[in-house]
């Protein structure tokens, strides 16, 4: 007789073992881990640099782990905030999985860290399948990259707990529509919140640290219909 192996569901189901140890881990530790994901040039190192120094200015021991297949250049500017930073090439992988993430925090992540936030790889497909061991998954998207991305990647968006909208101050020049997007957000992941950010004018400033904060504290995140679906 033939036997069919699903390797993909095998992959995840071994990667989503994987989190919740590194999640426990973590917790006993109180690291509480912020996953960010989105497309290529949406504005997401420039938003973290901020909420670092943001976090750091507030007294909050905070540190970030970045993800690119190529270059340290997102490691650099996060650093200017003065947290603790790491630099991570995955070597073409589009994506990180959670038993790569705790070989990366092995040694690395400094004792007392409250917020761990990671940088995920610049894509809104891989990524999406891979919890980190994450406590809150936050999905970034510009103003410029169009209302309708939320309805062409809805596994990222609806899987979010926190959806970003960055480069606010450009949604003018770039005819966003705002309710439109809202709508499309709404579609594949209803009542998840949806915030304006722009880390030129300071609009969102803080969010992304009070929502972390939050989910550290034990409050309640938003629990998306997908991710229910999917358990």
């Given at each position: 007789?033939?036997?069919?192996?699903?390797?993909?569901?095998?992959?995840?189901?071994?990667?989503?073992?994987?989190?919740?140890?590194?999640?426990?881990?973590?917790?006993?530790?109180?690291?509480?881990?912020?996953?960010?994901?989105?497309?290529?040039?949406?504005?997401?190192?420039?938003?973290?640099?901020?909420?670092?120094?943001?976090?750091?200015?507030?007294?909050i021991r905070a540190a970030a782990l970045t993800a690119d297949l190529a270059t340290e250049n997102d490691a650099l500017r996060?650093?200017?905030?003065?947290?603790?930073?790491?630099?991570?090439?995955t070597d073409g992988l589009c994506h990180l999985e959670a038993d790569m993430l705790a070989g990366h925090l092995h040694d690395?992540?400094?004792?007392?860290?409250?917020?761990?936030?990671?940088?995920?790889?610049?894509?809104?497909?891989?990524?999406?399948?891979?919890?980190?061991?994450?406590?809150?998954?936050?999905?970034?998207?510009?103003?410029?990259?169009?209302?309708?991305?939320?309805?062409?990647?809805?596994?990222?968006f609806g899987l979010a707990q926190l959806v970003l909208v960055t480069k606010s101050d450009l949604a003018g020049p770039a005819?966003?529509?705002?309710?439109?997007?809202?709508?499309?957000?709404?579609?594949?992941?209803?009542?998840?919140?949806?915030?304006?950010?722009?880390?030129?004018?300071?609009?969102?400033?803080?969010?992304?640290?009070?929502?972390?904060?939050?989910?550290?504290?034990?409050?309640?995140?938003?629990?998306?219909?997908?991710?229910?679906?999917?358990?």
């Open positions: 007789m033939c036997r069919t192996v699903d390797l993909r569901q095998a992959v995840l189901a071994k990667n989503t073992m994987a989190a919740g140890i590194l999640r426990t881990e973590l917790s006993a530790r109180g690291t509480t881990v912020v996953n960010l994901l989105s497309s290529p040039g949406s504005g997401k190192t420039a938003l973290l640099e901020r909420e670092l120094l943001l976090a750091r200015e507030r007294g996060l650093a200017r905030s003065g947290v603790p930073v790491k630099q991570v090439l690395w992540l400094p004792e007392g860290t409250r917020l761990l936030f990671v940088e995920n790889v610049g894509n809104l497909v891989c990524p999406a399948s891979y919890d980190l061991g994450e406590s809150l998954r936050v999905v970034l998207a510009s103003v410029t990259e169009g209302e309708d991305k939320p309805l062409k990647y809805p596994t990222s005819e966003f529509d705002e309710a439109a997007f809202r709508a499309h957000v709404e579609q594949v992941n209803p009542g998840v919140d949806v915030v304006l950010t722009s880390a030129r004018t300071g609009e969102g400033a803080g969010v992304l640290v009070d929502r972390a904060l939050a989910a550290a504290e034990g409050n309640a995140v938003h629990a998306p219909v997908m991710a229910r679906a999917q358990a």
